[in-house]
């Protein structure tokens, strides 16, 4: 029988994780997965859970909330998780309650999503700000992840730092572009391709009931942000592709006027139509 199948799941249960599994499931006759409460009950039994199994790993066996999750059908135990992250954010009703109350003029409150990516701000300054901002501005949850990843990054480099110095003549601002590409280039493969920095071989190294709702959003958001990276060097070389083009056109006009790169550019647009064109006509 498969190991993720519920039924064998639960038959393998020791007393104490029977007692959590009742507990749960006796909450999951009245799962709404709109009801924020709902949620934040479960985080409260699971987070209890999880401390009584760290303080009493005899009682427990491997992998509790992951083995817990597929007795209750879900697929992994990113919902239990990231229930017990929030309730840990706000462990007691008064302070949940404070945080549902927050709304716009529009009357809209934080969905639980939202909740759980701002779960992570231990700052109540920031979490106040970015909570209203999500607000005021309408955020999906995944733009407010974004804006919470933004203001990390913010934060930690802190303000001010050392100003560039511009190129003074065309030769060093392609030399500085030069040395700025090949170092983007270094940093991106080393990055994602070389072993010591492979994201999913680390990954992988992390315990099953440590995943978590908002570290997949953050795994995605990173290999959204990578391919935009792709695509911002992938037209920085076509630039310079059709930057070294023009040089050499410029170096082998021997006597002709010299052109703006965008009367090249103009100029080589309106003899490919004129290639294209004699193409269909032959055809």
């Not at 995605?220 to 930057?243: G, K, N, W």
């Amino acid at each position: 029988m498969s190991d993720d199948n519920p039924i064998q799941i639960i038959n393998d249960f020791k007393e104490k994780e029977r007692e959590l599994y009742a507990r749960l499931h006796s909450q999951h006759k009245e799962k709404s997965d709109s009801d924020r409460w709902w949620h934040w009950e479960v985080g409260k039994v699971v987070h209890a859970a999880l401390r009584d199994a760290k303080a009493n790993e005899e009682h427990y066996g491997k992998n509790v909330l992951k083995r817990m999750a597929l007795a209750l059908g879900y697929d992994n135990e990113s919902v239990l998780n990231t229930a017990a992250l929030v309730y840990d954010r706000w462990p007691t009703k008064a302070a949940f309650k404070e945080v549902l109350k927050l709304k716009n003029e529009a009357n809209d409150s934080l969905s639980w999503t939202h909740l759980a990516h701002l779960a992570q701000l231990k700052d109540d300054k920031m979490f106040s700000k970015l909570a209203q901002l999500s607000l005021e501005k309408g955020l999906t949850a995944r733009q407010l992840l974004q804006a919470i990843q933004k203001q990390s990054n913010s934060s930690r480099k802190g303000s001010g730092g050392p100003k560039h110095k511009l190129p003074s003549n065309p030769t060093d601002a392609m030399t500085h572009i030069n040395t700025l590409f090949e170092a983007i280039v270094k940093k991106f493969d080393n990055s994602w391709f070389c072993k010591k920095f492979n994201l999913a071989k680390e990954l992988e190294k992390l315990p099953a009931d440590t995943i978590t709702e908002a570290l997949l959003a953050q795994v995605q958001h990173t290999r959204e942000h990578m391919r935009d990276v792709q695509s911002l060097l992938s037209l920085a070389q076509s630039s310079l592709v059709e930057s070294e083009t023009w040089l050499e056109e410029c170096l082998l006009a021997d006597g002709e006027e010299s052109i703006s790169m965008a009367e090249h550019k103009k100029k080589r647009v309106t003899a490919k139509a004129k290639r294209k064109k004699r193409v269909g006509t032959k055809a």
